[in-house]
C-alpha cells in the first residue's frame, strides 16, 4: 500500500534511503493536519471555508498536471542533447516548473497585499503584532484568500511528493520540509499571526523563484559545458538574493519584530517583554528564530557551492551536489531509456 511507503515508485538515485516507518509517519503528519484544519475551518469560519479550502486543492491539482505536461514538451524541445540523455532531468525539469509558479504567483499576490495596506507590515514591523482583528480571529478575507491558497499548495505539494513524483536523494528532507510548512502555516493562521506570516511566506516565496531558475536551467544542461552559463549566472544571482531576502530583509523585517525592546541594541526589538514565557506570541517568536539559524545554514552551503565552482566545477556538477543528489546516475539513465 503507497501510504504505509510500500508502492514501488520511479526512482532518480539509488541512494534515497529505505525508511517505511518515516514514510508512514510524514504521510500521517500531513492526512493529521489536513483533518485537523479542516475541522478548525469548519467550527471557527463554517463549512464553506472548507468548501474553498477543497476547490483550491482540486484548481492547484489540475494546473500543476497542466504546467508539468507543458513544462516536458517545452524542455524536450529546448534541452541540450547531454541533459536530454538522462531522462530523470526532463522529469526534475517538469517538477521544478510548477514550483515556480507557485512561488511567482504567490509573490505577486504577496506584494499586492502589501500595497493594499500601503506596506506598513513591511515598513513598520510594530504593526506585525497589533491589529486590532488579531485577537478576535476575524482574519481580513483578502489575507485569508492568501493562506487557503498556501495551505492548498503545499496540501497537494506534499501528497504529489509522496505519491506522484519520483523519489529523489532528498525525498525524505523535502517530505520533512512539506510537512513542516504546513504545520506552520497552520499555526500561524489559527493563532492570528497572520501579518507576520505574510512576511514570512513572502521572504520564502520570492527568493525561491532565482532558485526555480537555477534548478531548471541547470536540468536543461545550460551551464558553462555547454557554453551559455547561465546555471553559474543564476547561481551568482542566487547568492546575492538568498542573502537579501532570507538573511537581511528576514532579519530586519521578521525576525526583528521577535526581540524585546533595546535586545541587541538601543531600539532593536519591537515589543516589550511582558508576555508569559511560553505564550502563543513568543512560541511563534522562537519558531522564527530557528528559521533564521536554519537559512544561515543553507547560505553556509551556497557558499560551499561557489568555492566548488572558482575550484572549476561545471555548474551542472554544482547545482547535483545543491540538490542532494548522488554522483552516480541511475542504470535507466545511463542506458537512456
Not at 14 to 21: C, G, Q, R
Not at 28 to 41: E, I, N
Not at 300 to 308: G, Y
Request: aromatic share 12%; hydrophobic share 45%.
Amino acid at each position: 500500500m503507497s501510504l504505509f511507503g510500500k508502492k514501488k515508485k520511479k526512482v532518480d538515485s539509488k541512494s534515497v534511503p529505505d525508511l517505511p516507518k518515516l514514510d508512514l509517519a510524514l504521510t500521517g503528519a500531513c492526512f493529521g493536519l489536513l483533518a485537523m484544519d479542516v475541522a478548525l475551518f469548519a467550527s471557527n469560519e463554517g463549512p464553506q471555508v472548507v468548501g474553498e479550502l477543497g476547490l483550491y486543492m482540486v484548481i492547484t491539482a489540475v494546473a500543476i498536471a497542466a504546467c508539468r505536461a507543458g513544462a516536458r514538451q517545452l524542455g524536450a524541445a529546448v534541452g541540450t542533447e547531454e541533459a536530454l540523455a538522462a531522462p530523470r532531468n526532463l522529469r526534475k525539469f517538469a517538477d521544478q516548473s510548477w514550483q515556480l509558479a507557485v512561488h511567482a504567483l504567490m509573490t505577486a499576490y504577496e506584494v499586492l497585499l502589501f500595497s493594499r495596506n500601503g506596506w506598513i507590515w513591511w515598513t513598520d514591523t510594530r504593526t506585525l503584532w497589533n491589529q486590532p482583528w488579531q485577537s478576535s480571529g476575524e482574519c481580513p478575507s483578502d489575507l485569508r484568500s492568501l493562506y487557503i491558497a498556501q495551505l492548498a499548495i503545499w496540501f497537494v505539494t506534499a501528497f504529489s511528493h509522496k505519491f506522484v513524483e519520483a523519489k529523489h536523494n532528498d525525498y525524505f528532507v523535502m517530505y520533512g520540509h512539506h510537512v513542516a510548512t504546513l504545520g506552520l502555516v497552520s499555526l500561524s493562521y489559527f493563532n492570528g499571526w497572520q501579518p507576520i506570516g505574510l512576511s514570512t511566506l513572502f521572504v520564502h516565496d520570492s527568493s525561491d523563484i532565482v532558485v526555480d531558475l537555477l534548478k531548471m536551467v541547470n536540468y536543461l544542461g545550460y551551464d558553462a559545458k555547454s557554453g551559455t552559463f547561465l546555471a553559474e549566472i543564476f547561481f551568482a544571482v542566487n547568492l546575492v538574493t538568498w542573502l537579501l531576502m532570507r538573511t537581511y530583509f528576514f532579519t530586519l523585517k521578521v525576525i526583528r519584530s521577535t526581540l524585546p525592546k533595546d535586545f541587541l541594541a538601543p531600539g532593536w526589538g519591537d515589543y516589550d517583554l511582558v508576555a508569559p514565557l511560553l505564550s502563543p506570541q513568543n512560541s511563534c517568536r522562537v519558531l522564527l528564530l530557528v528559521l533564521g539559524v536554519m537559512h544561515l545554514y543553507w547560505y553556509a552551503l551556497f557558499l560551499r557551492i561557489l568555492a566548488r565552482l572558482i575550484r572549476g566545477t561545471s555548474g551542472h556538477e554544482a547545482g547535483r551536489e545543491y540538490e542532494g543528489s548522488s554522483n552516480s546516475e541511475p542504470e535507466e539513465d545511463k542506458k537512456g531509456q
